[in-house]
């Protein structure tokens, strides 16, 4: 089963930008679809973006839609968030997740894999 590492996370004012990565361990990084969840104190864990395996199809949650992006390097197996208009509201520990799925699939559900989350506080 795939590894997955993120990376990037941490402080940033209202209006900044970050951009989180997650490695992906094995060589098979393009098997799966490629997702980010977020889960901010006291809350449930919630989706944010998805991404298909080959990378031309995408779906990010109304409440990011527009302020990030999720990406993918099939060459570097590593998937990306850039987040830009960071708000409050965004604070949270952000984890990749993947999923065996077919080529242009984007879920949203039921990942196969997790990595251990990074941290990103985004202080008013």
């Known amino acids: 089963q795939v590894q997955l590492v993120e990376s990037g996370g941490g402080l940033v004012q209202a209006g900044g930008s970050l951009r989180l990565s997650c490695a992906a361990s094995?060589?098979?990084?393009?098997?799966?679809?490629m997702g980010w969840f977020r889960q901010a104190p006291g809350k449930e864990r919630e989706f944010v973006a998805a991404?298909?395996?080959?990378?031309?199809?995408?779906y990010h949650a109304d409440s990011v839609q527009g302020r990030f992006t999720i990406s993918r390097d099939l060459v570097k197996n590593t998937l990306y968030l850039q987040m830009n208009s960071l708000k409050p509201e965004d604070t949270a520990v952000y984890y990749c997740?993947?999923?065996?799925?077919?080529?242009?699939?984007?879920?949203?559900?039921?990942?196969?894999?997790w990595g251990q989350g990074t941290q990103v506080t985004v202080s008013s």
């Open positions: 997740a993947a999923k065996i799925a077919p080529w242009t699939e984007v879920p949203s559900y039921a990942y196969d894999a």
């Open positions: 094995r060589r098979t990084f393009s098997l799966y679809a």
């Open positions: 991404i298909s395996r080959s990378g031309g199809e995408s």
